[in-house]
């Protein structure tokens, strides 16, 4: 008998150490006045950093053997998508923790986004932030890869009253219940900007257990302060951190912030972290922003790769993490300047630069400029810069078709793919572009509605008449015109009439400027076809009308019968004013007798 009992014990304790090793269990303690994780009863600090590469799933092997380089041991992720399984996969067999995000939408454009959502009359959008947040938590409970979930991000920045707070607060505390009790192994974290969510958490959600706190340069060393000040006996995360960002900045010339240098960039996360984060009692470490390429404005001043390049951020974490200097030096520019006057468009001004590389390698330069003005992604938007000259010589650099106050980049290059970036401002007149009424982003052509995938210029998610029935699938497998994927709309009613329009910004119907400056376009043209014969549709772009703040300033649509074979259509906009199309892509159709699939690829202005 004893024998028999002694057999179940060792049998229990296997079952119990293999069901630990599954799930990795996270949990907090607390040693007198300091506050610990400790992953499987070991004690982890986070060095971790915001990941952008979720959609690149055949280089997740690479970009994971790359943290680990950096001295990285979790990665933070706003949101899960279709990828996210195989992305956890990969980072457990890096030993990369992930900080699991739970996206809430905000209530008003603002600082993360052009989403707009009320949380105080809209059940439904609530409801399914529910239980897609439950869903989330049941599909990935027990990944090993799993650290704590991240509910939120930035949400009570970006909503507008007291009572909308409250409306959201409840919603959060329901969601961090439920959790709770769908998960025992993992500790919930919701995050907002610097201190806005202190008191709403403190008064509303007891079930969050640690603050996640978005904080730039050396506001991070006075989080700590900023609980203690609250009487708030919780630990916390700074869940972004990097130098200090343009809502910050007070200095600027020409109306522009002046963004600070790759110097202080890589100074804010080496010495920041030392100084401001790791040392505090209540912290629990860091996620750097942000382990990503870009190539517009926010890419030089926060992103470890810049258009595929190296960054001095990529190299801080380096250092931060590991004590390691950078293996390359980043490219030093020493000065870089511009005439300090008002000057006509096209024409070509000279550009004071001093550059200094340690390692003495062959530079490549060019140059890029940036408006502060218009739309949010006009403001995003980098523009090449026509220039000529060589460092012995100097450059020129023609200005654009602009008017008012530009921002500047000067991009210098070694052959180790690094690349140092400083920026300037200068004040440019062009009448033309003074009496532009909407000021959006410009496009080079051909410019795709869509083409392959769901990186976008525009969102579908203008659903009209019976849109309870109406699907879509950004990245369709099943049958494709070219490249390796095509847009799916379907409609699953036998009647009624539906349509779908691809916007900009995302969920708004012309109260907020958005949309591109298609200039240049003769014809807009998309194939498509259908699951049956004989499908009318009523197919083109512009949708927003002038009795809206902000119209699309063209539309243009014809009516066609699809067959079930790929066929392209063709719609003449010479003639047409596409100084603002906001809404890309527009589609009705109406369904007699059964549901039916409707398929486009290729859809393009040029």
Not at 64 to 92: C, P, Y
Not at 187 to 194: G, L, M, Q, V, Y
Not at 442 to 471: A, C, H, R, W
Not at 521 to 538: D, H, I, L, Q, R
């Amino acid at each position: 008998m004893r024998k028999k009992q002694n057999y179940l014990t060792i049998i229990a304790l296997f079952l119990c150490f293999i069901n630990s090793h599954i799930k990795a269990q996270t949990t907090l303690i607390k040693n007198n006045n300091s506050w610990d994780l400790l992953v499987d009863g070991k004690p982890f600090e986070i060095k971790g950093v915001t990941f952008g590469y979720d959609k690149e799933v055949e280089n997740y092997e690479s970009y994971f053997k790359d943290l680990k380089f950096l001295g990285v041991n979790s990665i933070r992720l706003w949101a899960t998508n279709d990828n996210t399984q195989e992305l956890m996969d990969v980072a457990h067999s890096f030993d990369i923790k992930v900080m699991v995000g739970i996206w809430m939408r905000h209530g008003r454009p603002g600082m993360e986004d052009d989403d707009s959502f009320n949380y105080l009359e809209d059940q439904k959008g609530m409801e399914d932030m529910y239980y897609n947040a439950i869903k989330i938590v049941e599909k990935y409970k027990n990944h090993p890869a799993v650290l704590t979930w991240g509910i939120g991000n930035e949400v009570y920045l970006n909503i507008a009253t007291d009572a909308e707070k409250e409306a959201y607060s409840k919603l959060l505390e329901k969601i961090c219940r439920v959790i709770k009790k769908t998960d025992g192994n993992h500790p919930i974290t919701s995050i907002d900007a610097w201190t806005f969510g202190l008191d709403w958490w403190q008064k509303f959600v007891p079930s969050i257990d640690i603050y996640g706190l978005n904080s730039y340069g050396a506001g991070a060393n006075f989080l700590s302060e900023e609980l203690e000040k609250r009487g708030i006996d919780k630990p916390y995360i700074v869940t972004e951190f990097g130098v200090t960002g343009e809502w910050d900045i007070q200095a600027e010339k020409n109306g522009i912030k002046i963004e600070p240098t790759d110097k202080e960039k890589y100074d804010a996360i080496v010495i920041g972290y030392h100084d401001w984060i790791k040392n505090k009692p209540n912290s629990l470490g860091v996620y750097v922003f942000h382990y990503a390429i870009g190539n517009n404005f926010g890419s030089p001043w926060f992103l470890t790769h810049h258009k595929g390049m190296f960054r001095p951020q990529y190299w801080a974490i380096r250092e931060a993490y590991t004590g390691q200097k950078p293996i390359d030096n980043i490219p030093e520019i020493k000065t870089f300047q511009l005439p300090d006057t008002e000057i006509k468009s096209e024409t070509w001004v000279p550009v004071t630069l001093e550059v200094f590389d340690v390692e003495k390698e062959n530079l490549n330069i060019s140059f890029y400029y940036n408006q502060r003005t218009g739309s949010r992604k006009r403001r995003d938007q980098i523009n090449k810069l026509n220039f000529r000259g060589n460092l012995t010589s100097g450059f020129e650099i023609q200005l654009p078709k602009e008017s008012g106050a530009i921002k500047v980049y000067v991009n210098v290059k070694d052959t180790f793919n690094n690349i140092g970036i400083a920026s300037a401002s200068i004040i440019v007149s062009d009448e033309n572009a003074k009496n532009k009424k909407y000021l959006v982003a410009k496009t080079e052509l051909p410019f795709y509605v869509y083409k392959d995938g769901d990186d976008l210029p525009y969102s579908p998610t203008g659903y009209m008449g019976n849109y309870q029935s109406i699907s879509v699938d950004l990245n369709n497998k099943e049958d494709v015109h070219s490249g390796k994927s095509s847009l799916k709309i379907s409609y699953n009613a036998d009647h009624d009439w539906y349509g779908v329009a691809f916007v900009d910004p995302p969920n708004d119907w012309g109260e907020n400027l958005g949309g591109y400056e298609i200039d240049g376009a003769k014809e807009f043209s998309f194939w498509a076809k259908a699951s049956k014969k004989n499908v009318m549709a009523t197919i083109g772009f512009g949708l927003i009308g002038k009795d809206k703040p902000f119209p699309d300033t063209s539309k243009k649509s014809i009516e066609v019968k699809l067959s079930t074979k790929w066929k392209k259509y063709t719609i003449d906009v010479q003639k047409l004013d596409l100084s603002c199309i906001r809404s890309g892509l527009v589609l009705f159709s109406n369904a007699y007798g059964s549901p039916q699939n409707i398929y486009l690829d290729d859809v393009v202005f040029e």
